[in-house]
T-cell receptor
């Protein structure tokens, strides 16, 4: 079984630019969520997608947007990059099933974004 | 945000049990308690989760207080591979709220 894969692994962008990060979910998983992890901090929830629709969002501005595709892979787009956007961006997938949806998350190893 | 409080760091000797505490005094009745760990340069890895009853799996045990305002992750015999940052997380609905976690050092 293939796990969660993210690309690219590292990326350097300039302030004001736009970036797209990609995630392939684990086989059989139809829910994808994205997290931002600043250095020395825990991951912060950005948003979640289920069947191609956003169904949960954390405290992030609209310049953070996403997509989920019919094969359940996903993209995270960030517009007008700021220096504080420098972080590790993590993607996680899970099978959504049952009342309460408490299936464990399966994380990729992330994309390290540096904004200069 | 659903908040949890954990010690910043803990140490354990190899092959001894480790008890990692977590306080979540604002937990609601439907919040599950999840634990994940993160090794350097990797994404978080699921460890265990529970609602009210104590839980055991091949990796660890989770002891949940009767009032659910605290929980303890128990690693029965720490190994060097268990050195990681451990996150105690509440899950209300579709969201996971991570704190800053406990950095566990295992001493050979």
């Amino acid at each position: 079984e293939t796990g969660v894969t993210q690309s690219p692994t590292h990326l350097i962008k300039t302030r004001g630019q736009q970036v797209t990060l990609r995630c392939s979910s684990q086989s059989g998983h139809n829910t994808v969520s994205w997290y931002q992890q600043a250095l020395g901090q825990g991951p912060q929830f950005i948003f979640q997608y289920y069947r191609e629709e956003e169904n949960g969002r954390g405290n992030f501005p609209p310049r953070f947007s996403g997509l989920q595709f019919p094969n359940y892979s996903s993209e995270l787009n960030v517009n007008a990059l700021e220096l504080d956007d420098s972080a590790l961006y993590l993607c996680a997938s899970s099978p959504r099933s049952g009342v309460g949806f408490n299936s464990p998350l399966h994380f990729g190893n992330g994309t390290r974004l540096t904004v200069t | 945000d659903a908040k949890t409080t954990q010690p910043n760091s803990m140490e354990s000797n190899e092959e001894e049990p480790v008890h990692l505490p977590c306080n979540h005094s604002t937990i609601s009745g439907t919040d599950y308690i999840h634990w994940y760990r993160q090794l350097p340069s990797q994404g978080p890895e699921y460890v265990i989760h529970g609602l009210t009853s104590n839980v055991n799996n091949r990796m660890a045990s989770l002891a949940i207080a009767e009032d659910r305002k605290s929980s303890t992750l128990i690693l029965h015999r720490a190994t060097l591979r268990d050195a990681a940052v451990y996150y105690c997380i509440l899950r209300p609905g579709n969201q996971f709220y991570f704190g800053t976690g406990t950095s566990l050092t295992v001493i050979p």
